[in-house]
Structure formats: structure tokens, C-alpha cells
């Protein structure tokens, strides 16, 4: 592999003239067909030679003057749709990688408009430097067996990855417990002093500082990564205790959580923290820092079409294939993913029935910062809704920080589809018959300070915490909002397409939101052929079991609230919908906040409205589970249409009685509002 680098270092320098003269002399020695069946860089000469010699492609001498760009053609890619030019494309961006890091020659890879690059089997294709695929379409073709005859093994790792240039450096555990973390820390400076005074021989056997025998060579390999984090403006650190547990899962796919973890972004100048610590650490086993590149890269302009089946429908594993971004300060811009359902089902109804592998995500980010996704089109898969397990995303945030999803929607393909109707009543909406099939567009775990707007998604869903999300300027379909949580959520100028709830609190990890919430400007369109109860906000919390964590409901504001009830078979609509819990175990504490309050709701139609539909007055609500001594206080304004339940000062929470309070808005509590121009 060295070998090659430097080879391969050795032929980029080489003038024309050299490499006119290099191939005279292997054409003297050798037989023509030779020449063209022997590789240069796993690309065939012939082609290389050939554009070489019609100046079609520049050796690139990073002292002389040479384009900003290189092309996948360059380096063999032929574009018809059925040539796999997986390989031309992995060369291609070796190269641009190679001439980055070695020379700060950072050349931008393109496509070609209106070329159809083909990718069957593939290694992993690695992106670290700008990319316009200036409109060309991939078709990713999942249904090529490798030479094994195993397409899952094509399958299970990333098509495209785009990462830094700069690695990574495990710490280890801090020494003498130098650094500690808690949901007060606001600077960590101790650890980049920690970093900067840190030696080869100090780095625990997870650090990685390269395969490299020897402490000096580590050393040196240390100091390099070292020099490349320092000079980022920002660092991200990863912590983890594996002294305790948390997202245990309850119920489908329940399993033992995962080790306590929490991502910080730190100002490398001066160590203040750029974002909030979400837990309290009694423990640190490891720490990671990771760098925050300065410049931005971007990956820009392509349609991908993926061909697939539904040969491993019934296996644990996700399939991936997928844009794996790794590196922070990145933007995913003009992007579209398409499924040729073509290859696993007929289009028209009566035959839509057929379910597709699962699979991971299209655009799968893990442990960055700064990452913006705008201007795209995913398609959410279809999915056979009748075997457990079987979720498919098309975009996958793990631990990430100030993402911004902008613009983003759902593709619509005229041939395929019929009509954008179409698409969005079965792609989106609850409306379509068939959009059932298709699960949750997006997935989180662990992320924090996500904006999403301008958007048209079918689910937003957060499995394993986010801290700090805004939506605005929405539309979320037939899955809604489910997430568990902290620090503040806020929804605004949404539409909620959905079924039955607009926003549910995931029982699976305790319905927890440790928080605010505010839900303003909504309108909220439940399915009319939908019987029970439809739900503004949706929590259940059954009292038996222990998530790695107190559990939380918000302090919750619910205003100007619109609920589209027309033509409704349902009996009633509820604000909150708690399900109180048979028994309740004081160890499993669920905390209810101070204040919830609601102002300004209206139906359109003639559905009963309620704030706790499914609990029967008087009641206790287990006070040693629903946390002691917080007083829960519900006040209701401007909500004309609004059933309170009988006897509702009976109800209890938390021990202690609410105060409900229905009456017409004044300044009393908001004076941004003023009186409000209607009758008590």
C-alpha cells in the first residue's frame, strides 16, 4: 500500500513530456494489448493513456498551474448505466483525497451532466473534498451478488463515506480524575490542556494514533493529529461512562441500553462549551476528540435510484449503502434518493403489497457538527407493516449537533407515480390507502440542537434522546412526531397530517421529555376514517420499568391550535392523552412539571374536545411515582369549544390538586397578548 502512495505520488509530478516519453518506451518493449490490460491505480491504462496523450487529462504537478477539478471520466468511468463504474469513482476521489492531504491541493470531483453512473459491488468510496455531481444520476444496484454470491455483504457497509482529513484521538479515562463533567460545566479547558501535555506512552490501548510499532512513530503520528485538532476553532469531545446504562428499551425491541454518552462541542481557543451538557457524570471511561473542520465541504447535485428486494426482509441487519457523513462543517445540497420499486413490486394499488429490504438511511451522520441538509428529495421505503421490526429510514442522525435539515421532502416521479398527489397522500399524508407501508423518513439517537423547516417529512422521530429541537414551517405526515427528550422543543407553523397524534412521547423509552415544550401555530388534520381518540400530544408511561433516567413531561404551552375534525367517526379529541398507569413503582419516578398550559384552540367540526380524556374523576394518580411535591397547574384560555371532565378539580396529580383555570385570555399572565376581543 505504501508503495503504491508513493507511486502513485511519483507519476502525479511527472511532466507531459515524461509521460510521452513513458509510454514510447512500453510501447517499444512490450506487445500493444499488454500495454492496455496493465493497470495503473486499479484504472485502465488504455483509457488513462489515451486522454493523457489527447490532453484530455492533466497529470497534476502540484507546482505547476493545474484545473481545480477532476472528473470521474478521467479516470474511466464510462456513464451509460450499465457499466460499473463503482472503481472509476473510488479512483477518482483517491486521488483528489491523496492531493489534498499530501500537496493542500483540494480538487473538487464532478460528474458529468446527464451521465448515468452505474454502482453494483463496491468498496467503500471515500469523499474529502468538494463534489458536484453537476446532475448526473447513480443507479445503486442492490441486486449484484459479490463473488461470494452474497449481496447483504455489498449491503452491510457505506456506499459513499466523506470524512476529514484530519483523524481522530482517544484520551482514554482522564488521570486523577482531572476532568469532570456535569449539566453545569460550561468550560472545559482543562481538557485541551489535557490534550496539548498528553504523550504516546500516556494514551490508553483505545487511543488511536495509528498502526504504527514503535513509541516515537506514535508519538509523531500523536503530535500531527494533535497540531491538525488545535488548529480547528472548534473540537468536539465524546465522553462515555460504561459505569452506567441508559435507553434501556421496553417492550418491541427491548433490550440493555446503551453505556451513559454525551457529545460537547468545545471552543478550542479558550475551551468554553458551544452547546449544553445533557447528563451528569459520576464516571468518565473514554474520551474522544474529534475535529471540527474550518472550511466547509459540500456534496452537491445527484439523483440516486436504488435497486432492491426483499430477499433479506426477515434478517436483524440494516441494510446501508448509503452517504455516510462522518466529517463536521459539511452541506448535503440537492440531493435526491429514490427506491426503483420497479424491482420488488408493481406501482398500481392492486399490486402494492410487496415489502423491501430495510435499510439504515440514505444520508447517515454520526459524531459531527454542523451539518446541513437542503434542497433534497428522499423516498420513504416501503415496508411490510405486518412483520415486527421492520423499520426503514432514508435519513439517520446519530449524535450529531446543529443540524439543519432545510427544504427537504419527498421525491415524485411522474412515470412511476402518476402525480404529486400521489406521492404526498402515499408518500406523506394519511390520506392514501397505501401510505401506511411506508415507515418513518428520519430517525435521531443522541443528537442535540436540530432545526428542521421548510420541510414535507411523514415521521420525525428520535429514538435515543435529542436535546433542543425546532421544526417550523413544517408539514409532518401519517407517523407524526415521536420522540423522547430535552431541553426545548419547539414546533411552529406545522401541519400535522397524521392519523391519530400529532406529537407522541415514545413509551418505549418512558414518554420523556425533560424540558419545555411549545406547540404553537399548528393544525392538526386527523385521519376521519380513524376511530378512538386522536391526540394533540400523546403520553404513556406504564410505572414498571427503569429507562437509565428519571422520567419527565414538559413544562408544556399548546396555542393557537386549529383541529381540522370534519367529517370525524371518532368520539373526541384530546389535548393530553395520559394513559395513568394500573400500578406504579415510586423507584420508576415520572415528573410531572409546574405549569401546562393551553391557549387559543378551536375545531372546525363538532368533535367533542377534551384536555384528559381517558381518566375518570376522582383519581390519585400514584403521588410517589408522579414525583411527590410538583404541582401540576392546567390553564385553559380561549378554549370555547373545550369539555372539561366532570368533577375535574377532583383530579390529583402528583398529590397535589390542579388548578384549572377556563377562562378568556387577559394580560394577566402574557401581556404580548392584550385582552382578547371575546366574551367570558
Known amino acids: ?137 447513480f443507479i445503486i444496484d442492490d441486486f ?79 503530535d500531527s493529529r494533535r497540531e491538525a485538532l488545535l488548529s480547528q476553532d472548534q473540537i468536539i469531545l465524546q465522553i462515555t461512562n460504561d ?36 447528563w451528569d457524570f459520576s464516571h468518565i471511561s473514554n474520551m474522544i476528540l474529534m475535529p471540527v473542520d474550518n472550511e466547509e465541504l459540500t456534496i452537491q447535485n445527484a439523483t440516486f435510484i436504488r435497486r432492491t428486494d426483499n430477499s433479506q426482509i426477515d434478517t436483524p441487519s440494516f441494510r446501508r449503502r448509503y452517504l455516510q457523513i462522518l466529517r463536521s462543517n459539511t452541506t448535503v445540497d440537492n440531493i435526491v434518493h429514490m427506491l426503483d420499486e420497479k424491482y420488488h413490486t408493481d406501482i398500481s394499488p392492486s399490486t402494492y403489497n410487496n415489502q423491501a429490504n430495510k435499510y439504515m438511511g440514505f444520508i447517515h451522520a454520526n459524531n ?63 390520506y392514501g390507502p397505501y401510505r401506511s407501508r411506508r415507515w418513518g423518513i428520519m430517525a435521531s439517537n443522541g443528537s442535540k440542537d436540530m432545526t428542521i423547516r421548510n420541510s414535507t417529512l411523514n415521521r420525525i422521530d428520535a429514538h435515543e434522546h435529542i436535546h433542543n429541537l425546532t421544526v417550523t414551517d413544517t408539514t409532518v405526515g401519517t407517523r407524526g412526531f415521536t420522540l423522547i427528550g430535552s431541553g426545548l422543543l419547539h414546533i411552529e407553523n406545522v401541519n400535522c397530517d397524521t392519523p391519530r397524534h400529532c406529537v407522541t412521547l415514545r413509551n418505549d423509552y418512558g414518554s420523556n421529555w425533560r424540558g419545555e415544550a411549545i406547540l404553537r401555530n399548528i393544525t392538526f388534520r386527523p385521519d376521519p376514517d380513524t376511530t378512538g381518540v386522536a391526540r394533540v400530544v400523546d403520553w404513556n408511561n406504564a410505572g414498571d420499568w427503569y429507562f437509565g433516567y428519571d422520567c419527565h413531561f414538559p413544562e408544556l404551552l399548546i396555542e393557537n391550535i386549529t383541529i381540522d375534525d370534519r367529517d370525524q367517526i371518532r368520539s373526541a379529541v384530546a389535548l ?40 375518570s374523576p376522582p383519581t390519585v394518580m400514584h403521588q410517589d411515582f408522579f414525583g411527590g411535591d410538583h404541582i401540576t397547574n392546567v390553564n385553559i384560555y380561549n378554549a370555547a369549544t373545550l369539555t372539561l371532565e366532570d368533577n375535574f378539580d377532583d383530579f390529583h396529580f402528583a398529590g397535589s390538586q390542579i388548578n384549572i383555570q377556563k377562562r378568556y385570555q387577559t394580560h394577566l399572565l402574557d ?10
Not at 455483504?153 to 457505506?158: G, H, I, P, W
Request: proline share 5%; glycine share 6%; net charge negative.
Open 243 to 278: 459505569q452506567k446504562r441508559q435507553f434501556i428499551r421496553r417492550g418491541n425491541n427491548e433490550n440493555d441500553g446503551r453505556y451513559q454518552q454525551d457529545m460537547i462541542l468545545i471552543d478550542s481557543r479558550n475551551g468554553n462549551l458551544l452547546n449544553e451538557v445533557v
Open 576 to 615: 393530553i392523552h395520559l394513559i395513568e398507569p394500573a400500578s406504579a413503582n415510586a423507584n420508576f419516578r415520572y415528573i410531572f412539571p409546574h405549569n401546562i398550559t393551553v391557549r387559543n384552540v378551536r375545531t372546525l367540526g363538532t368533535t367533542e374536545l377534551r384536555v384528559f380524556p381517558n381518566l
Open 368 to 430: 459531527v457538527a454542523h451539518l446541513t441538509v437542503q434542497n433534497s428529495r428522499f423516498q420513504p421505503h416501503q415496508i411490510d407493516i405486518t412483520t415486527s421490526g421492520n423499520a426503514s429510514y432514508g435519513l439517520n442522525f446519530n449524535r450529531t449537533m446543529f443540524t439543519t435539515l432545510d427544504n427537504v421532502s419527498y421525491p415524485c416521479d411522474p412515470d412511476l407515480h402518476g402525480s404529486e398527489q400521489w406521492c404526498y397522500d402515499n408518500f406523506v399524508a394519511h
Open 1 to 137: 500500500m505504501k508503495r503504491e502512495k508513493k507511486l502513485r505520488n511519483l507519476l502525479c509530478q511527472w511532466s507531459k513530456r515524461e509521460w510521452v516519453l513513458l509510454i514510447a518506451i512500453a510501447f517499444l518493449i512490450a506487445p500493444v494489448d499488454n500495454i492496455y490490460a496493465y493497470k495503473i491505480n486499479n484504472f485502465e491504462s488504455k483509457i488513462f493513456l489515451e486522454r493523457v496523450l489527447n490532453q484530455e487529462m492533466m497529470p497534476f504537478n502540484p507546482q505547476a498551474q493545474t484545473p481545480n477539478y477532476i472528473t470521474y471520466e478521467q479516470f474511466g468511468a464510462v456513464g451509460d448505466g450499465e457499466t460499473n463504474d463503482a472503481e472509476a469513482i473510488k479512483e477518482a476521489h483517491l486521488y483528489a483525497n491523496n492531493q489534498c492531504r499530501e500537496y493542500n491541493n483540494c480538487l473538487t470531483v464532478k460528474g458529468t451532466p446527464e451521465s448515468i453512473y452505474y454502482i453494483g459491488v463496491s468498496e467503500i468510496i471515500y469523499i474529502e473534498t468538494n463534489t458536484d455531481w453537476r446532475g448526473a444520476t
Open 671 to 680: 401581556p404580548r397578548y392584550g385582552p382578547q376581543p371575546f366574551p367570558i
Open 144 to 222: 449484484v451478488p459479490d463473488e461470494a454470491g452474497d449481496n447483504m455483504v455489498v449491503s452491510t457497509r457505506a456506499l459513499f463515506s466523506v470524512r476529514s482529513i484530519h483523524g481522530n484521538i482517544s484520551l482514554g479515562s482522564p488521570r486523577d480524575n482531572t476532568v469532570n463533567v456535569n449539566r453545569n460545566t460550561t468550560n472545559l479547558n482543562n481538557v485541551i490542556n489535557y490534550l496539548q501535555n498528553i504523550t504516546a506512552e500516556d494514551l490508553s490501548s483505545k487511543a488511536e494514533t495509528g498502526e504504527l510499532p514503535g513509541t516515537p512513530q506514535r508519538q509523531a503520528t500523536l
